[in-house]
């Protein structure tokens, strides 16, 4: 199951990439927001990062103006490996290299027709794994030293 939101700045491209979904036959809740009332970015990246941190989703997708904002906040939560790309080389490389579990993009930055390109490089890449996992498995380590109060 793949979860995906966005504040006002992301609500148009976040329409667009639902639409791309759905004719890609995956299933997705949308998590809001739903209209385009000003609302603060980080209760919409935190519904989407948290599920994706406790296990609860497998991936998700968040879209705010820029992009930005949005993987400020997924990065925040451990085990989310959030990945603010805007074009289908960056999008193929969050997953092959660095296993993005959350897409991140930019609604203000990308045109409907780039974001759908985007999105399926993203879906169709799969994780190298080998000297990749490694890596990972480091940044896991920070996290677990975080959480423990040593960093
Ligand atoms: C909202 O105006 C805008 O700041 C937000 O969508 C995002 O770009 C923040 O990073």
């Known amino acids: 199951m793949y979860l995906i939101a966005s504040d006002h700045g992301g609500l148009d491209l976040k329409t667009a990439v639902k639409d791309f979904l759905r004719e890609r036959g995956i299933e997705f809740r949308d998590l809001g927001t739903e209209n385009n009332d000003s ?46 790309v805007s074009d289908e080389f960056t999008a193929r490389m969050s997953k ?23 999105v399926a490089t993203w879906l169709d890449a799969v994780f190298e794994g080998g000297r990749h996992h490694k890596r990972l498995e480091k940044i896991a380590g920070l996290e677990e030293e975080i959480r423990k109060g040593r960093i």
Do not use: Q
């Not at 660095?98 to 974001?115: D, T, W």
């Open 96 to 118: 092959e290299h660095n296993n993005a579990n959350v897409l991140v993009m930019g609604g203000r930055v990308l045109s409907p027709e780039v974001a759908r390109k985007v």
């Open 39 to 84: 609302v603060d970015y980080p209760d919409f990246g935190e519904k989407v990062a948290r599920a994706v941190s406790r296990g609860e989703a497998e991936k998700g997708i968040l879209v705010c103006g820029t992009g930005i904002g949005m993987s400020i906040v997924a990065n925040k939560f451990p085990g989310v490996r959030a990945a603010l």
